[in-house]
């Protein structure tokens, strides 16, 4: 297995960082980070800052929890899981899966873009609702975003490779709380910075808001297939050097 590709080791320093930055940008634009938020800044009359920002709290903090998670279960098991991906049967197994990866991304665009629409309109509906809920509970807002994150965080395939950074780097545990936290951070910074703007440009910025919504929502799935793509040829490609099929070929 090329250890290249999950291998924190082989990342340091400020290559490290920089990969998990981009990684996190990536995360940042799916619709439960950015298109959600963006819908609460499009809701008519008076912007709720607080509770944008609570609901963005809330995102990053879900997945705060489940990186520590993922991260105390990679430093139990990680090192028989590594000695297991060297093995034939395990690398002949990825193949096949970023194989399947690679050839399901050409289709997964097209299906999403014909049922995405009914799932759109239904959290836009429902961020709508909770953010113009006068009640002083924020139990709502919070369960909206708690939903979000959970649908998404099986998909979101740049912070399950950034976990996979983390957990073989050579980062003490503190120091991996803290760039995980950093990562969460990072994962919300684009809709925080567009409430900003929101916040003192107002309705010079609406009609931009509202351009960046509907090209997430016409793009979302054409994004998802092409890191579920460019994942499953990583995938293939790494099996296939470690199995020496390329050396087959020669």
């Not at 709290?57 to 060297?86: D, H, I, K, N, R």
């Not at 629409?117 to 961020?127: L, N, T």
């Amino acid at each position: 297995m090329d250890l290249d590709l999950i291998s924190g080791a082989a990342l340091t320093g400020p290559a490290l960082l920089g990969a998990l930055a981009v990684l996190a940008l990536i995360d940042s634009t799916s619709f439960g980070t950015l298109l959600i938020p963006i819908w609460l800044m499009l809701v008519p009359g008076r912007l709720r800052r607080s509770r944008i920002v609570l609901y963005l709290a809330t995102v990053a903090g879900f997945y705060l929890v489940v990186g520590l998670v993922l991260l105390a279960v990679a430093a139990v098991a990680l090192p028989q899981l590594m000695e297991l991906a060297s093995t034939p049967p395990f690398l002949w197994a990825q193949l096949v899966v970023g194989a399947a990866l690679l050839v399901a991304s050409f289709f997964l665009g097209g299906k999403r873009k014909r049922e995405g629409p009914g799932r759109f309109a239904r959290w836009r509906e429902r961020a709508v609702t909770d953010a113009a809920e006068e009640r002083s509970s924020v139990l709502p807002l919070m369960g909206l975003a708690v939903a979000a994150a959970g649908v998404e965080v099986a998909s979101m395939l740049p912070y399950l490779i950034g976990i996979g950074l983390l957990s073989t780097s050579d980062l003490d545990v503190t120091a991996r709380v803290l760039v995980l936290a950093g990562y969460c951070v990072v994962m919300v910074l684009p809709a925080l910075v567009l409430l900003v703007i929101r916040s003192v440009a107002s309705r010079a910025i609406e009609s931009g808001l509202a351009r960046i919504s509907g090209w997430l929502e016409r793009n979302a799935a054409e994004t998802t297939a092409w890191i579920v793509g460019i994942l499953g040829f990583l995938l293939a490609r790494a099996a296939a050097v470690e199995l020496g099929l390329f050396d087959a070929l020669l």
